[in-house]
């Protein structure tokens, strides 16, 4: 069999069930485009201090491109002798050009091209994320905009509390996915730092132009630290983070969703595009899009406490627990950018009931505006807080909402209550009175709105 690419010093071979255990090509073949664009590139920095002369350098660069094409066609032949992308990608070129395809590993090892690949594969990616992201918050901003004139209860701990608007809560999601949209931004000049150069853990003794490598590969700084840049993972990690807090906020919303779409409370209806039966009950029509997305987020936590794991005892610099890093990775990509065109798509199509959310708003929900009003008249809070809650527990025995107490039983309660007490009972003028930065009222809305709108055009 042919000689494995570091295969000098060894005169046994390897176990075969090693061999499959050892091979990552099955899965870091998806990097094959940044493999290809690291190799040019450093081709091009090997020419520039002599090590390849134009002419090697040109060979080299085009044989490069035409492997790279054949995994555009799909017409790459992995080997089984390959290791890797790397290995896979150098096998391939040399084949194509000769002994001189040997040239261009010079001063590099794998360890600088794989967390090179690695960064400008994410870099590709999180811009295709970002993009989710933003159709996410986009569909929500304008459905807000839009649906202003619904209102329903709004919940803590699930039992109802004070009237909101729809749109108010659709936007509570809204600011949670903005934060995750400035995390994500903040994170590109962290994963825009090159390790290519670094060599296998000491630097390049060939003295590569290492800014002239950054500047072609489109990369913000580099790795002032070689024996750092080859076995920091730092920005995997953050990443890893970053879709865990993501998916904890589409879970959140999800749920959210989940119990809204209940006979029990009918606030919404999810889309069929969204939505699946029964094998055996015929009447059902479960959310299993909410579900997948809520489901998800504890396999994305779980790629993350995974690879800290696998992290955090490991000595300097590169060692192959490393390898470590690519199926989670991969994996929270995946299911992070499917989870956001999903989230997308129910809330796209969602259908909202305002009629049974107008129904869900009992005159409880307006005794915090009942104790607002006595203290607009004057009573400490503490005592209207008391009197309100008196006036609930009279309705609540006599079977009848709060409004329909009568003048007299209000005067009973206080004699501060009078004839206007009945302006209290009137939904809209309670999210109208939120009109202070951040409340429900349709101002504040339309504050929102634009604040969100701004967000999307950075
Ligand atoms: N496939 C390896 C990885 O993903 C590439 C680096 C191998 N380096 C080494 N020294 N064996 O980490």
Redesign the pocket.
Known sequence: TKQKLWGGRFTGTTDPLMHEFNQ?LKY?QRMHAADIKGSIAYAKALSLVGILTAQERDKIVDGLKRVGKEWEDGVFKPQPDD??I?TANERRLSELIGPLGGKLHTGRS??DQ?ATDMRIWLLEEVKDIEESLKGLIRVMVERADKEKDILLPGYTHLQRGQPIRWSHLLLSHAFSFRSDLERLQQQVARISVLPLGCGALAGNPFVVDREFLAKELGFQSLAENSLWGVGDRDFIVEFLMWGSLTMAHISRMAEDLIVYSTAEFGFVSLSDAYSTGSSIMPQKKNPDSLELLRGKSGRIFGNMAGFLMTLKGLPST?N?D??ED?EPLFDSVDNVSASLKIAEGVVATLEVHADRMRQALTMDVLATDLADYLVRKGIPFRETHHISGRAVALAESRKCQLNELTLGDFKQLNEKFDNDVLAVFDFEASVERRESIGGTSKKMIDRQVSVLRAALAN
């Open positions: 990552s870091d290791e890797d790397h794998r360890n794989v590169y192959k490393l390898q690519k």
